[in-house]
């Protein structure tokens, strides 16, 4: 009778985590079973809204307005048929298949939610990752890091006030005042230093009139690799190096952090760089409390290891990818990048993968499909590569086309959430407002 009761209900697939990754999966199941189906499709995230990650660095630059960008999860289920449930993850009951969800807490500190379970089925991990500091001193008090739309809304926050805040003193700037550094130049670091050449420009230039942008303000990017950008091929790294010292931004390569502190960074040959804002991207792994989990197989990176299927080794009833997830790349040395490109592939691999299951079906191997990075670097200056299967080969592209196919990569998951009509209307729709108002978000 228990056996009977459990095959009539329907499959409980909790995805945890809502990325690129996590909410592109959560949709497309709720398009395709709806709330009434033989999936019930629950999506687990402890923000209310999501942004792409990627567009993190122009949140905090101030060179997009996030209120015009974000989904918010409870319409977005809604509207696909899956349920949204607050709360963080902070543990993992394996025997009976439960999530262990921490209580919700408002801003004023009063709960919304309390201690939770939630049963599966199938279980995804789509957690994403978090900056790795490699213990480096100071970091956690005087850095800032962009996981997150609140990271990025603080860090502007923080560079309009020290702005208004240069313009409206009497005294002399600080050694450190305006000053910016950037520890880590991949495509996070390296982006956001193109923007604040410009943003940090159109802030003064609304009445902020006794700060000299181009002597009072200054961007220091840190790299502890011998070039910036170390993913992508030399040619790459030069040109944007080129263009960022164009740019007026100063670039340290071969510069080990030693230190982060109130007044900037110590370097560790001993050069002090004066900062007013540091901004840590440097490195990434899985949060902590994956480590290990429950028995899982996990990296020093707290990354659950999977198999071709993108299941974990050791659980076939528990898929990880994106960020958390350690997936061989292929059969190259080292493992599947963390890009977006790679959350959007594994979300679709594994929508394919469910739809197996519930048929009883064989599960196929992913392979991921390299189509090159492209790097921002500014509002009319985009550089990258396109390779593999696309153009058979390696293809430097530089300028409009480089930039358009990179505003398509956003475009493609705005499309995978919303369709081809809303996706139009709110193009429109942002083109008309960016007429009518500062094209840099000044609070």
Known sequence: MGEDNREARPHRVVI????????????????????????????????????????????????????????????????????????????????RREVQVAPYYDTEGQIVTPQRVFPYDTLVMSIGSLSNDFGTPG?????????????????????????????????????????????????????????LHRTTREVVAYGLDRVDPDKDIKVTVIEAADRILPALPERLSAASEDLLRRYGVEVLTSAKVAAVHATGVTLADGRAIPAELVVWAAGVKAPDFLKDIAGLETNRLNQLVVGPTLQTTRDVDIFAMGDCSACKWNGRDGNVPPRAQAAHQQASHIYAQIRRRLSGKPLTDYQYRDFGSLVSLGEFSTIGNMMGGLIGGNLVIEGLFARLMYVSLYKMHELALHGFAKVALDTLARSITRRTEPHVKLH
């Open 16 to 95: 945890v985590g809502g990325g690129a990754g996590g909410l592109e999966l959560a949709t497309r199941l709720g398009d395709k079973f709806g709330r009434k189906g033989p999936v019930e499709v629950t999506l687990v995230e402890r923000a209310r809204t999501h942004v792409w990650k990627p567009k993190l660095h122009e949140i905090a630059a101030g060179s997009m307005d996030i209120a015009q960008h974000e989904v918010d999860y409870l319409a977005q289920s809604y509207w696909h048929g899956f349920r949204y449930r607050i709360g963080e993850m902070t543990g993992l009951d394996r025997e």
């Open 139 to 195: 970091v956690g008090e005087h850095a800032l890091k962009l996981e997150s739309q609140a990271d990025a809304s603080r860090f502007h926050d923080r560079m309009v006030n020290a702005c208004i805040r240069a313009h409206a003193q009497q005294g002399p700037l600080r050694p450190e005042q305006l000053k910016v550094a950037i520890i880590g130049a991949g495509a996070t670091g390296v982006e956001l230093a193109a923007e």
